[in-house]
């Protein structure tokens, strides 16, 4: 069972582009959560989806960012016009369940954004 | 809202050693979850540990123990016997019951040296 795949790794580009990162959830799983790391701090929630659905968006920042999580395909965060302040590593991390005690979030190795 | 701080933003021990991480929350909930996050070079977010807070016995896992003091709303993680695989960045995290949002911590970065 493979574990949670994002994509790509690294990305670079460049101020006012878009940029989209993908993330395929573990099989089965059809919770997906979307976090960012900034260098050295720690990772910040930005969304909560469920297949088709937008659950908690309370960490997104209201402009330039979205998510998705269609019914077929990996869960897309899309960041437009982006800014250096953008630069950071994105994670996704995805649970059977509402992530909780039981029920653990698996991450994934996370997308380095890079804003030249 | 909810904060999670942890004071040693690096720390380096020997090979076989123990070392103790230190975490503090502050939070007024009273039912809530808290784990210790493992990210190694790989940027893997890698769960360590983890902890009901209605539950006064600490968590274990192999070489990895928790001391939850609920009260002091500490709650540090120890590792034993340490191994050079053991070097990473070690998250100290927070969740509500209620609500599948964990907040981390700065993290700690601890070295294991030969």
């Known amino acids: 069972n493979a574990g949670v795949m994002q994509n790509p790794r690294h990305l670079v580009r460049r101020r006012g582009q878009e940029a989209r990162l993908r993330c395929s959830p573990m099989k089965g799983h059809s919770h997906v959560y979307w976090y960012r790391q900034l260098p050295e701090e720690g990772l910040k929630f930005m969304v909560y989806l469920q297949k088709e659905n937008i659950i908690d968006e309370s960490g997104m920042p209201k402009e330039r960012f979205s998510a998705e999580f269609p019914k077929e395909g990996p869960s897309i965060l899309r960041i437009q016009q982006v800014v250096r302040g953008d630069s950071a590593a994105y994670f996704c991390?995805?649970?059977?369940?509402?992530?909780?005690?039981?029920?653990?979030?698996?991450f994934g190795q996370g997308t380095r954004l890079t804003v030249v | 809202a909810q904060t999670v701080t942890q004071s040693q933003p690096e720390m380096s021990v020997q090979e076989a050693e123990t070392v103790t991480l230190s975490c503090t929350y502050d939070?007024?909930?009273?039912?809530?979850?808290l784990f210790w996050y493992k990210q190694p070079p790989s940027r893997q977010m890698i769960l360590v540990i983890r902890?009901?807070?209605?539950?006064?016995q600490n968590a274990t896992e192999n070489r990895f123990s928790v001391n939850f003091q609920k009260a002091a709303k500490s709650f540090s993680l120890k590792i034993s016997d340490s191994q050079l695989g053991d070097t990473a960045m070690y998250f100290c995290a927070f969740m509500k019951h209620d609500k599948p949002e964990i907040i981390f911590g700065k993290g700690t970065r601890l070295h294991i040296l030969p």
């Open positions: 902890q009901e807070a209605y539950k006064q």
């Open positions: 991390a995805s649970s059977l369940y509402p992530a909780g005690f039981s029920t653990e979030a698996f």
């Open positions: 939070t007024s909930e009273s039912n809530y979850y």
